[in-house]
């Protein structure tokens, strides 16, 4: 509140209460013009309306006079808050716009909630120190999404929530000065943040003599083909190969000489004697980050590299299960995210889907 408003509440008469440093009046509707409403008012239309008209926090203006008579308000409380305070609202949204990176926009303080939503689909970054350093704050609240999640344009990543009223500033300034630690130590990127997802061009190599052959059709392509599309990229070719080692081999040389961004190779993944894909990858000069995930679906799986081109051995169940640890790599993998040892042992962890 202005030092003027200020004068205002001071120099208007009406009942005083106090509420720690916060100081309630009640005041005549036409003299609380530029000071802050202290509750809720409701407006009641029988048969037609029952709901808030203005909510605790609103800064009255001349036009609102007339509404407030309308529902029976010559009188209304106002607040005048303490040096140290924050109404719920104010507070909300300074901490949400401490902690908010690129790719986000806020939505308006609402009964000391603001929301951080996504401006584009793209991958949710969420620092859980940081979440959990600010609600050990106390009478403030950061929920978020999982780092890693999948956001579209539009959807949440965090909200922040002020528990009382009004707030000590200082446990805002807690906040915002966690933020700006974090800043300062991962080169002025924020604790929350979206980072969008790359067009990669991919090269998808099906494997298997059963498809090769024309005996069986081939199910893998058109269900690669829609998840990586679902994410902005593109299978750029598909090819073909036997359960034959050098093949494979050759075959994935033959994507790596066409400059894909990404190379995939599904069947073959499991233990069979048949089954030749895991050492054709390896053949192929691939470093191999991890031949397998403890993961479910999809624990099968193959995560390495050749040179900076991730590759990937792909289960069967990429076929027909909805989420696989396909789908939870591919997402992180689009959003130029390098995969290590580490993200594959930290997938079982919650990744029994079944």
Known sequence: MSNENNEAFEAIEGAVHRVG??????????????????????QILPGQFKG?????GHIVTEADIPLLLDIGKEHIYVMQLGENELHEDDAAERMAKALAGSGLKLTE?????????????GLAHVDEAVVRAINDIG????????????????????????????VDKKKVEAVEKLANEYR?????????????????RIGLLTTGGEVFSGRIEDKFGPAVRSKVEAFGSEIAEQRFAPDDR???????????????????VTGGM????????????????????????????????????IGEVPIMGLPGCVMHDPYTSFDALLPRILAGQPIVKDDIVGM???????
């Open 270 to 305: 499991s233990v069979d004697p048949d089954d030749r894909t895991p050492g054709a990858i390896k053949a192929s000069g691939a470093t191999i980050v991890s031949y397998g995930t403890p993961m479910l679906p999809g624990s099968m799986l193959l995560m390495g590299y």
């Open 139 to 166: 009478e403030v609240a950061l929920a978020t999404v999982k780092t890693n999640a999948v956001l579209q344009a539009g959807k949440s990543i965090a909200a922040t929530r002020v528990i009382p009223l009004i």
């Open 52 to 56: 808030r008209l203005f909510q605790k």
């Open 184 to 200: 300062t130590a991962n080169g002025g990127l924020s604790p929350l943040r979206v980072e969008p997802f790359r067009k990669l």
């Open 109 to 121: 303080p609402h009964e000391g909630k603001v929301n951080l939503k996504s401006e584009l689909l």
């Open 21 to 42: 440093g916060t100081v309630l009046r009640e005041v005549k509707a036409k003299d609380a013009i530029g000071l802050r409403l202290a509750h809720d008012l409701t």
């Open 348 to 354: 079982g962890y919650g990744g029994l889907l079944t």
């Open 246 to 264: 050098q093949t494979i081999v050759n075959e994935i040389h033959y994507l790596l000489e066409r400059q894909y961004d990404m190379i995939l």
